[in-house]
């Protein structure tokens, strides 16, 4: 699976757009990008995915580069329960299916 | 989405005993389960790979004779650390592969402390 790069730590406050950046330049042809979050002494949580098409649902927006080697998500209005660490995950899909690898994220802390 | 439950959420064992922990998809068949371990301000780290009804992939340095990896049905995994030791207090998580092969699901996930 192609290497990620993320920020090590953001800052949002309560009610603002949180966007958390993600580098994977080396990603191939048929690997999605997985968003996944953790909060505190929880498992990780699904949040969103794609291939290059922009997507949305009801927890964030992912938007992807068109040379797909860069995304952003966006949590439209942060809230205190969306501190978390976040990881961005580039994997197979489907029959190719690959197991999650997961790097150190960000770790993005929502203040009132 | 779908529902991966862990059993149970936090335990307490004595340094040379064995302790289980189950992992169940509640509301679809998981063909395949994870096994993962996350130590203090780190990220999860994968040890093993289960398939139903055959034996379990385990990661390079992870003992398979201690760490032992059942999935005997399509909605249970237990893994059981045996003769466990104070280095193997950790946060202990699951996940299973989705019913559309597309995301994974995670339990919440064990807490061990080995005393």
């Known amino acids: 699976d192609a290497k990620t790069t993320q920020p090590t730590s953001m800052d949002c406050a309560e009610g603002r757009a949180a966007n958390l950046p993600c580098n994977h330049s080396?990603?191939?042809?048929?690997?999605?990008v997985y968003w996944y979050r953790q909060i505190h002494s929880q498992g990780p949580q699904y949040i969103i995915h794609?291939?290059?098409n922009n997507e949305t649902n009801e927890m964030a927006s992912l938007i992807i580069t068109e040379d797909r080697k860069s995304s952003t998500l966006i949590l439209p209005h942060a809230t205190l329960r969306d501190t978390a660490v976040y990881y961005c995950?580039?994997?197979?899909f489907g029959s190719g299916y690959s197991t999650l690898t997961f790097g150190k994220g960000t770790m993005l802390l929502v203040s009132p | 989405g779908a529902v991966v439950s862990q059993h149970p959420s936090w335990v307490i064992c004595k340094s040379g005993t064995s302790v289980k922990i189950e992992c169940r998809s509640l509301?679809?068949?998981?063909?395949?389960m994870f096994w993962y371990r996350q130590f203090p301000k780190q990220s999860l780290m994968l040890m093993a790979t289960?398939?139903?009804?055959?034996?379990?992939?385990?990661e390079q340095g992870v003992e398979k004779d201690k760490f032992l990896i059942n999935h005997a049905s399509l909605t249970l995994s237990t893994l059981t650390v045996t003769s466990a030791h104070p280095e193997d207090s950790s946060f202990y998580i699951c996940s299973a592969r989705g019913p559309m092969n597309t995301e994974a699901f995670f339990g919440q996930g064990t807490r061990l402390t080995v005393v």
């Open positions: 080396t990603i191939s042809g048929n690997e999605y």
């Open positions: 794609g291939l290059k």
């Open positions: 509301d679809f068949q998981a063909t395949t």
């Open positions: 995950i580039v994997r197979l």
């Open positions: 289960s398939n139903e009804g055959s034996k379990a992939t385990y």
